[in-house]
């Protein structure tokens, strides 16, 4: 906690220091019309990243800032990636729930002249970050980052509206694919690792049953372990849902103790570096979550 308070400190500091220094770069200057990467974008995790990837093409470089692989609900930049993104021109991220330092800088970038686009803004619900699984909520983000874009190079303005519209078809056909679920579900109860599936549950109708809360750092205590338990011996629970990459002891812990089986969904707030090289994206993942969610709900 110490620890992180200090750094918070330093990114307050950091930020006042880039306030007093002239910024080195002209924002005033339109991004040249034959540059296929003028625009410079900066996303904190993977969803964002993917959303404005899809949309901003082959006009902006886009990169994100949490590596592949790593839990972004205990990530920090270094430095050098807070220097970087007072270099940019747009700044993407999703709320204080998610990244409460990128909370902190936002303020003082925007006073910087770059464009900072926060994502949850009015989304988010109870402290809760994971509004990206749920696809109506994801389009809403999307045509956020698109419209923020939009505003900063109206140059390409037509592509960008474009690329939005294609990507909000496959998040109504998402969005289809989780009705149909909830219609063919004969159970409702998802056991998941850590409160991810909130809004999925809250839109379909599922109830969500987490063994930790809304970070996979908080931990169950022996009372909630038994109350689980109980729970899902109640209610004919036979899989729990864990996290692809991760090694959520409780969840195995529990699955032993009621027989059941575990099945790992990937809550997308990264993709591991071997989910890249095989080209899944936001969409082919949700489609594997899906097929998960079928076997626990609807199958016999
Ligand atoms: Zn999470």
Same mark, same amino acid.
């Given at each position: ?79 050098? =990636? &807070? !220097? ?13 729930? +998610? %990244?409460?330092?990128? *909370? ?103 109830? =969500? &049953? !987490? ?13 909630? +372990? %038994?109350?689980?338990? *109980? ?70």
């Amino acid at each position: 906690m110490k620890k992180a308070k200090l750094f918070l400190m330093f990114l307050v500091f950091l930020s006042l220091v880039f306030s007093l220094t002239a910024c080195a770069k002209n924002r005033q200057t339109a991004p040249a019309e034959d540059d296929n990467s003028s625009l410079k974008i900066y996303t904190t995790f993977y969803p964002l990243y993917d959303f404005t990837k899809k949309i901003a093409g082959d006009f902006a470089e886009v990169e994100n800032l949490i590596p592949a692989g790593v839990d972004p609900h205990d990530f920090e930049p270094s430095l050098k =990636q &807070v !220097a970087d993104i007072y270099g940019a021109d747009i700044f993407i991220y999703l709320g204080e729930s +998610m %990244e409460p330092w990128a *909370a902190k800088i936002a303020q003082n970038l925007d006073k910087q002249g770059i464009k900072v686009i926060e994502v949850g803004k009015g989304l988010i619900k109870n402290n809760d970050p994971h509004v990206w699984l749920d696809p109506v909520l994801a389009k809403t983000i999307s045509e956020r980052i698109c419209e923020g874009i939009v505003s900063i190079d109206r140059e390409h303005e037509k592509t960008y509206k474009e690329n939005l519209v294609n990507l909000s078809n496959k998040f109504d056909e998402l969005d289809n694919a989780f009705k149909v679920l909830a219609e063919k579900a004969a159970r409702k109860d998802i056991v998941v690792s850590h409160a991810f599936l909130g809004y999925v549950a809250d839109r379909y109708g599922f109830n =969500q &049953v !987490a063994i930790r809360g809304l970070s996979t750092h908080d931990e169950p205590s022996l009372k909630k +372990m %038994e109350e689980l338990k *109980a729970f899902c011996k109640a209610n004919g629970v036979k899989y729990i849902f864990d996290e692809q990459g991760e090694t959520l002891e409780f969840s195995t812990i529990l699955a032993n103790e009621i027989g059941a089986q575990i099945l790992a969904l990937n809550p997308l707030g990264t993709l591991r570096p071997e989910d890249i090289q095989a080209g899944k994206d936001y969409f082919s993942v949700m489609k594997e979550n899906l097929e998960l969610l079928n076997i626990a709900l609807v199958q016999e």
